[in-house]
Nanobody, 119 residues
Framework: QVQLVESGGGLVQPGGSLRLSCVASGSIFSLHYMGWYRQAPGKQRERVAQIFRTANTNYADSVKGRFTISIDNAKNTVYLRMDTLKPEDTAVYYC?????????????WGQGTQVTVSS
């Protein structure tokens, strides 16, 4: 059993910052990558950022230069630092991870955390 638990969402003014955290726990044999997706009302879920154990990263064009993803491999925790937030960043943010257990290799998802950027 593997769980992803997110924290750190909330309401912030335009130009402000937030940091999201996501902890993976359970019967983890190997963690291949972790990342963040977001879904705004009426829109499809989109990948925001992804990080591998090697620390290689990918970012959506819309967040490059403003968001920073990092990982603490020892704690199976991924962070998303969001700076210079814009109203269009408002969405539910979901943590994602590809994890091997003793018997499976699959993607797991967190429950989501709301980020609202508004004055």
């Amino acid at each position: 059993q593997v769980q992803l638990v997110e924290s750190g969402g909330g309401l912030v003014q335009p130009g402000g910052s937030l940091r999201l955290s996501c902890v993976a726990s359970g019967s983890i044999f190997s963690l291949h990558y972790m990342g963040w997706y977001r879904q705004a009302p009426g829109k499809q879920r989109e990948r925001v950022a992804q990080i591998f154990r090697t620390a290689n990263t990918n970012y959506a064009d819309s967040v490059k230069g403003r968001f920073t993803i990092s990982i603490d491999n020892a704690k199976n925790t991924v962070y998303l630092r969001m700076d210079t937030l814009k109203p269009e960043d408002t969405a539910v943010y979901y943590c994602n991870a590809r994890i091997s257990t003793r018997s499976t290799l699959q993607d797991y998802w967190g429950q989501g955390t709301q980020v609202t950027v508004s004055s």
